[in-house]
């Protein structure tokens, strides 16, 4: 029997290590081990003031830390009653989509597109390809600017605040970018193109896929947990009852299951769940490149990534169009402090994020909560590793490598989120 | 100089007329406070400011300024023009006006200083009367009255503007767009009364006589050690001080590390690093020589070589300065006899 | 006070390129560097007196203070005798002979040559304070023929830190100046005094109504020395010296030369010591 | 030959690597000027055994780390710690409050939990290694970040601030938190992010560390006369500065 570890997976947020045992040509196991240390986040937050805990959680991570502070926010406006304005609502809506624009540039272009050329970085794709580089650099810019646009910097905002916003762009900040928005669609729509012509393997994961759905809106902010297979939607405060963690031993990154059964979280699952309330030229997008709908290849996530992407685009600039019309403030609203429990989820670029919190009489934390999208996927990957590897395991190793990374990376997998 | 009059509610006017040539900058509020900002309409100009946040200083002398661009490869500047737009500021109180005529000591005194005067040559300044707030003081300097260094000034007669004109620009713009009136002499008497009210109007009267003398004569008091124990090293004093003209130059270069600009930002005698030399020996290290030097200067430095002070009791320091030091406080502990 | 700002450039602040003309190492720290304003006409107008000096500018580090170390008679050229201190400083010791500086000045209060002359003279130097008395001496010697009596006191940590000592070995020999070094700490090869300057004051004999003084160097120098020279007889009045602070601009804007009531930019560096004896934190 | 420079991520959310992808508009000329040697965010490929310049981001949470960060330090010439997690322990080094046993069985619960990875409590890198450069902050400012790695590369000295941000705030015309009635930590934060939090519209919480102009005992005595106790103010300037000496005394 011979051993393969891949050490620090690359071009992954977080450290990780897979290990693979070959037998007579043969995969007898492979998983993929998260060495990341421990980082007891639900834990730092007890003790600490309530409105501290969105800027403690949100340094979960740095990618999707719209998305942590936001969903933070929310648990703790649930625990305290607060409610906040429609405008209010809108903006913390573009602010997950700057998040999105961000990171799934940043996931597609830099980490993932590397595999399709067999280079081992986006760097030499600058003399070879700059214009794709630059387009990359266009649409990650895209999400940094609207992040800062309403949050006041790229990562880890400041504006967003229980109950509201601290500060609001100036309108005409907000015209200008609608109209960057609208030149942008052109980069993302060439993002789906240049996804859709590469050729992906055909795999289909045994999990279950889940997402928050809506039937209004293309459910990131709001909703219920849907989930494809069972076909249930559950109110996301019970996400406890539901999601099964479990600590396992050789990872300080949990694993989850849903009804006994590992799942998938992301942009595939959404897409999955969520299709009917696409955009029209997503929808467009997504028809062009001939994605049959439900798809069980997890591989398709970073097509349905590029797909959001259109969406994104399009929704964000209808939601600065509705906020130059709608009037309304975001001044944070007034409320009491009072004991309380709250939980909430967001969809963070990479799947559901469920937060939740209590707080005593003083506002003091007393409890915290996180499920993180890795760490809902991390049991499933698993399971599709082992599904996947025997299926090219008699490609020469390099490429044997590159293809079980393939299928890491389009997980587009946060370690350093999973353990939190 | 000669005398106008015009009636409130032709402000408009003349802020709009204003507007077509110039851009026309003006107190603004700012939440409960104000700032020297672009009027866009004339309803933005609060000619009923207390005082702004940041003296206007901040117009001829950024808080940041390119000073040069340059190139690396062969130490050459590639740039170190100043485009200075036609303005005009509108609604200085007499301190700020004085103020500008101190800094200008400075600045277009021996070696000119290009960035300013640039600035300074293509502003007009207009100037409108002001009651004394609390923690004004500029009666003590003489700083409350101006009679030179604008263009124009307001004095406000209640229904009308007694207008003050200075310089042949300013008179050529009232007259292009603004219908004025030759001053009677009631209205003459009104602005002798209105000038004779404003005197009254300020209850404190600080002593300064002596003050040089007693700068060095007290120069090792407790005092100054008292105050060092409070003071904050935060500079947000030197910041908000129309008279606070000192900086610090540093070089930035561009990402790609061929070119890139010398930038002068405003600093203050308050930091460590101000008066620090090589291998770490700093002529002011202790909190209380720091906050000595910045009256020590203004109140002797400055004197000593232009025969005012540097100081025109606007009070925005007082107010700034979270652990409540103030010119006042310090002067009329230097004149009561120190820290005792 | 330079008449160059105002003919040669409307800017104060823009420097004037220069080449580097000559590079020689005085020792690990210091290196005498010569240089040339490339244009003529900057170059033939830059008229200083010893005591002033330039500010030293690399673009994307900064610029320095750095007194000119040749006497204002050496034409065409100015040496600038630098300790690699920091930035600038570092920089310029990474720089090579042809290598292009920039240059503003000259600037500040320089010795007033004209009325030393006729006297006896008392140089003391401190470490890296012989770099503005070098263009003093250097001019003196130039015109040693309007001067009477020459004493230079020379003091340095140790034999290594000893700059110019090229020059003031074959001084030692003449006898028209009386030259007198002294090290902290020596090692086996020095031949000199031992001891702080302030020890050399039992050894020299000078008129002291006739005499004027000038003093350079660390700024725990300046009391001691001070007072030896008042021992002396000698008058506050007839005492010159030069004074480092921290600059920015050289030209009386910044504010962080400030000495006293003064700056030390355009009132000084070189101070009449009746003068700074007014002057708060100088001394 | 252009300096070698790799980057390094310790325990951290990664937001400062981020914050450096976010630079696009000047990150291809930064490449120009440097050779990256390696990137674990954005490259395949093993850390060399030769480079110049470490950025290192994150805090110190393994014996690992340690390891590691002993041989960079052994390697570069020049170490840039980036982020408040690595500059002064940051968000990572709240859990040095209390016990890492109490904090572990509080995620992991109790029982015997294998502990993977191993672990020491967090603390900045600046407590394992010295570094040449320091870039803080809770992320990193991208302008303060540019300017240093072009210093680094430049050779020149480290060029921390050591004010405190009031003055900063003052330039950007900001009504002060306190005439407002809230308490801002900017008054003994260590300047050079442009008061960026205070400028919209929330106090600053002090991600950049005690500066060291500022006059802490002051701070603690005006805060008192406005009703801030001492202990209040610890509490919250401990938020990112919890291994601050200053801050729990
Ligand atoms: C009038 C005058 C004449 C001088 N003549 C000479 C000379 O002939 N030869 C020589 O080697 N040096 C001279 N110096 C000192 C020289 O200017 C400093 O060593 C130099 O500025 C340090 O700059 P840097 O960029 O190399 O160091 P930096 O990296 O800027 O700083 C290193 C240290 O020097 C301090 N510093 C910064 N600016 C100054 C400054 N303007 N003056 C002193 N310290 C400063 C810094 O605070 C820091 O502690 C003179 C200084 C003055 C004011
Ligand atoms: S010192 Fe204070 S009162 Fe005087 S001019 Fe400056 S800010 Fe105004
Ligand atoms: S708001 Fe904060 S940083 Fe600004 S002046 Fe007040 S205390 Fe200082
Ligand atoms: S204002 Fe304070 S909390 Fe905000 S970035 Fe600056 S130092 Fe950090």
């Known amino acids: ?420 | 100089m000669f005398f106008r009059i015009m009636d409130k509610d032709r402000l408009p006017d003349l802020v709009a007329g204003l507007s077509k040539g110039f851009e026309v900058i003006g107190p603004v509020a700012k939440g409960e406070r104000f700032v020297f900002e672009r009027i866009e309409t004339p309803e933005m100009l609060r000619l009923d400011y207390d005082t702004t946040l940041l003296p206007p200083k901040k117009l001829f002398f950024p808080p940041e300024e390119q000073m040069m661009r340059f190139r690396v490869a062969d130490n050459e500047v590639v740039d170190d023009e100043v485009y200075a737009a036609p303005r005009v500021i509108f609604g200085l109180h007499p301190c700020d006006i004085n103020a500008l005529m101190l800094m200008d000591n400075v600045f277009l005194g021996e070696y000119e200083d290009p960035y300013y005067r640039a600035r300074r040559e293509s502003t007009m300044l207009i100037g409108v009367s002001c009651k004394p707030t609390d923690e004004c003081f500029c009666n003590a300097w003489g700083t409350d009255e101006v009679h030179w260094g604008f263009d124009v000034f307001l004095t406000d007669l209640g229904d009308r503007y007694f207008i003050s004109v200075r310089s042949v620009k300013g008179a050529e713009l009232l007259d292009e767009f603004v219908a004025t009136r030759d001053a009677d002499e009631s209205d003459t008497a009104a602005f002798q009364q209105h000038t004779r009210n404003f005197k009254n109007s300020f209850t404190d009267d600080l002593d300064t006589s002596q003050l040089p003398l007693l700068l060095d004569a007290k120069f090792d008091d407790p005092l100054w050690d008292r105050l060092g124990e409070r003071c904050l090293s935060c500079g947000a004093c030197s910041m908000v001080c129309p008279t606070c003209y000192c900086f610090d130059v540093t070089d930035r270069l561009e990402a790609d590390g061929k070119t890139g600009t010398r930038v002068r930002t405003w600093d203050s005698c308050q930091f460590t690093q101000f008066a620090e030399v090589a291998h770490g020996q700093n002529f002011r290290e202790s909190r209380a020589s720091r906050v000595k030097y910045r009256y020590y200067h203004k109140q002797w430095g400055y004197l000593s070589k232009f025969e005012r002070v540097l100081c025109v009791g606007c009070g925005r320091c007082a107010r700034a300065c979270l652990a409540g030091i103030s010119p006042r406080e310090v002067v009329t502990a230097l004149e009561m006899g120190g820290a005792s | 006070m330079s008449p160059l700002s105002r003919e040669f450039t409307a800017n104060p602040y823009r420097p004037w390129p220069a080449r580097i003309t000559s590079i020689m190492d005085l020792t690990e720290n210091e290196k005498l560097f010569e240089m040339r304003i490339i244009d003529d006409s900057v170059r033939e107008a830059f008229q200083f007196a010893s005591g002033q000096f330039v500010e030293l500018s690399l673009f994307g580090v900064g610029e320095a203070p750095i007194s000119i170390s040749s006497a204002p008679s050496k034409q065409g050229f100015i040496e600038l005798c630098v300790r690699n201190a920091g930035d600038v400083t570092g920089a310029l010791h990474k720089k090579q002979c042809g290598d292009i500086v920039g240059l503003r000045g000259p600037f500040g209060r320089g010795f007033p040559f004209k009325e030393m002359k006729g006297h006896d003279m008392l140089l003391v130097a401190g470490g890296l304070g012989i770099a503005p008395l070098k263009s003093l001496i250097n001019h003196i010697h130039d015109d040693r023929h309007d001067f009477g009596k020459v004493t230079i006191l020379y003091g340095a940590k140790n034999p290594s830190e000893i700059l110019f000592r090229y020059q003031f070995d074959m001084w030692k020999h003449r006898d028209d100046f009386e030259l007198i070094l002294t090290v902290d700490e020596p090692d086996d090869t020095w031949g000199d005094e031992v001891g702080r300057v302030t020890r050399l004051f039992d050894m020299i004999d000078i008129d002291p109504t006739n005499t004027y003084g000038a003093i350079c160097g660390p700024p725990v120098m300046y009391r001691f020395v001070i007072d030896e020279m008042r021992k002396k007889g000698m008058d506050a009045d007839k005492i010159y010296v030069s004074f480092e602070r921290r600059m920015k601009c050289g030209i009386g804007k910044c504010g962080h030369c400030g000495v006293g009531h003064q700056y030390a930019c355009i009132d000084g560096p070189v101070f009449n010591y009746w003068e700074a004896m007014n002057l708060q934190e100088a001394i | 030959m252009p300096p070698r420079v790799v980057v390094v991520g310790l325990a951290s959310d990664f937001g400062c690597q981020v914050q450096m992808t976010n630079i696009e508009d000047q990150l291809l000329d930064v490449l120009g000027r440097i050779e990256l040697s390696y990137w674990q965010l954005a490259s395949s490929g093993h850390m060399p055994e030769e480079y110049d310049v470490a950025i290192v981001e994150g805090a110190v949470t393994t014996g690992e780390h340690v390891a590691l960060l002993e041989r960079i330090r052994a390697t570069a010439s020049a170490v840039i710690a980036i982020g408040a997690c690595a500059v002064t322990g940051g968000i990572p080094a709240l859990a040095t409050s209390g016990s890492l046993d109490d904090h572990y069985a509080c995620v992991y619960g109790e029982g015997d939990v294998e502990v993977a990875c191993g672990r020491i409590a967090p603390m900045p890198i600046t407590s394992v290694i010295d570094v040449e450069y320091r870039v803080p902050g809770c992320p990193i400012d991208m302008d303060e970040f540019t300017q240093v790695l072009s210093r680094a590369l430049q050779g020149l000295s480290d060029c921390i601030p050591r004010e405190p941000m009031c003055a900063i705030c003052k330039t950007l015309e900001n009504i002060c938190f306190y005439e407002r009635g809230e308490v801002c930590l900017g008054l003994i934060t260590r300047t050079g992010c442009n008061a960026r939090c205070i400028t919209l519209g929330r106090p600053c919480t002090g991600c950049r560390g005690l500066a060291e102009d500022a006059n802490l005992e002051s701070a603690i005595l005006l805060l008192a006369e406005r009703g801030v106790s001492r202990e209040d103010l610890m509490t919250r300037a401990r938020l990112y500065n919890t291994l601050e000496e200053a801050f729990t005394r």
């Open chain 1, 1 to 420: 029997m011979s051993t393969l570890t891949i050490e620090h997976v690359a071009r992954i947020e977080g450290h990780g290590t897979i290990t693979v045992d070959v037998e007579d040509g043969r995969v007898k196991d492979i998983h993929m081990d998260i060495i990341e240390p421990a980082r007891y986040f639900e834990s730092m937050v007890v003790g600490r003031r309530f409105d501290e805990a969105p800027l403690i959680t949100s340094r979960i991570c740095g990618i999707c830390s719209p998305n942590h502070m936001l969903t933070s926010i929310k648990a703790l406006e649930v625990a305290l009653g607060v409610e906040v304005s429609e405008r209010t609502q809108i903006m913390r809506k573009l602010l997950v989509y700057g998040s999105y624009l961000q990171n799934h540039a940043t996931h597609l272009y830099l980490l993932a597109a590397p595999d399709y050329v067999g280079l081992p970085s986006v760097f030499p794709l600058a003399e070879t390809h700059p214009d794709v580089v630059e387009r990359a650099l266009r649409v990650k810019k895209l999400g940094n600017d609207l992040t800062t646009l309403i949050g006041g910097r790229p990562v880890h905002p400041i504006t967003a605040v229980l109950g509201g916003f601290t500060s609001e762009p100036e309108p005409g900040r907000l015209v200008a970018f609608r109209d960057a928005l609208l030149a942008a669609s052109q980069d993302a729509a060439a993002t789906v193109d240049l996804f859709g012509s590469f050729d992906e393997y055909e795999f289909e994961t045994a999990g279950e896929m889940l997402a928050l759905v809506d039937d209004d809106d293309y459910a990131i902010y709001d909703g219920q947990t849907g989930a494809l297979d069972a076909g249930w939607r559950r109110p996301v405060s019970e996400y406890r009852s539901f999601i099964e963690e479990r600590v396992v031993g050789h990872s300080n990154a949990k694993h989850s299951t849903v009804g006994g059964r590992t799942f998938m979280v992301g942009a595939l699952p959404r897409i999955n769940l969520s299709r009917a309330t696409l955009g029209a030229t997503a929808a467009d997008a997504l028809n062009r490149v001939g994605l049959s709908i439900p798809s069980r290849n997890p591989f398709m996530n970073n097509l349905c990534q590029a797909v959001e992407l259109v969406d994104a685009a399009a929704r964000c600039a209808q939601y600065i169009e509705t906020l130059l019309d709608m009037g309304g403030s975001t001044t944070p609203v007034e409320f009491k402090i009072a004991a309380g429990s709250g939980s909430a989820a967001t969809e963070a670029p990479r799947g559901t994020l469920y937060h939740g919190y209590s707080v005593d009489d003083d506002g003091i934390v007393i409890a915290g909560d996180v499920i993180t999208p890795t760490a809902q996927n991390l049991a499933n990957l698993d399971a599709d590793m082992r599904a996947f590897a025997p299926s090219v395991v008699d490609l020469p190793r390099d490429e044997f490598v590159i293809a079980v990374e393939r299928l890491v990376r389009a997980y587009d997998p946060c370690l350093s989120c999973s353990v939190h």
